[in-house]
């Protein structure tokens, strides 16, 4: 069974330019997060999905950042503009319902110049 | 307030040598608990989780926490690492139990040879 997909794996874009990342989760699986993770951090959730339904984007800035997840399966991640400070990677994860386990994608390393 | 304490940012170990990586949550609450581990370029894979019951929980490659209550920690040990357990690790709770998933800063944990 194929993991979670995230692409591209990396991103090098210029600021004020947008940006957006695409996720796959696990078959099945109705839960779905993205997560910042900034060097030397751990991750900060940004959004949580259930299905389609946004139930948590309250850490998401909402200036800047959106997200979707049109028919409760693929979701997509934009940054428009991005600034230099955005520079981290972009994790995904899934989990199925009332599990709590999630499993993250390899993430996305984005570069802002 | 930090939900996830992981007050050791590096720890050197070496190989064959026991291993214990400190974490602590501030909630009354007994939260769902979890270990994850990055290897460098990868995603996060879950070691262990604690939801009820035996205190001690077991998980794969061979690492085992131990939740205390009267502590509020959760702390992940293993009686000998090997070289191949060089990574990042991470404490996460899901505090109200509700899919909201909280890291801690990580653990580097680095092995001598």
């Known amino acids: 069974e194929a993991g979670v997909v995230q692409s591209p794996r990396y991103k090098i874009i210029e600021k004020k330019q947008p940006v957006a990342f695409w996720c796959n989760p696990i078959s099945g699986h109705n839960t779905l997060y993205w997560y910042l993770q900034n060097l030397g951090q751990g991750p900060e959730l940004l959004i949580r999905y259930e299905n389609e339904e946004a139930v948590d984007d309250s850490q998401l800035p909402k200036d800047r950042f959106s997200a979707e997840r049109l028919k409760g399966v693929d979701s997509t991640l934009k940054i428009q503009p991005a600034e230099l400070g955005d520079s981290a990677v972009y994790l995904c994860?899934?989990?199925?319902?009332?599990?709590?386990?999630?499993?993250f994608g390899q993430g996305t390393r984005l570069t802002v110049v | 307030a930090q939900s996830v304490t992981q007050p050791d940012i590096h720890i050197t170990v070496s190989e064959g040598a026991s291993l214990e990586l400190r974490c602590n949550y501030s909630y009354g609450a007994t939260p769902y608990l979890f270990w994850y581990v990055q290897s460098p370029g990868q995603g996060l894979q879950l070691l262990l989780k604690?939801?009820?019951?035996?205190?001690l929980v077991q998980g794969i490659k061979g690492f085992e926490a131990e939740f205390k209550r009267s502590q509020s920690s959760f702390n992940l040990r293993k009686p000998s690492v090997h070289w191949s357990d060089a990574a990042e690790y991470f404490c996460?709770?899901?505090?109200?139990?509700?899919?909201?998933?909280?890291f801690g800063k990580g653990t580097r944990l680095h092995i001598l040879p």
């Open positions: 994860a899934s989990s199925s319902r009332g599990s709590t386990e999630a499993f």
């Open positions: 996460a709770v899901d505090r109200n139990r509700d899919d909201k998933i909280i």
């Open positions: 604690y939801f009820s019951g035996d205190t």
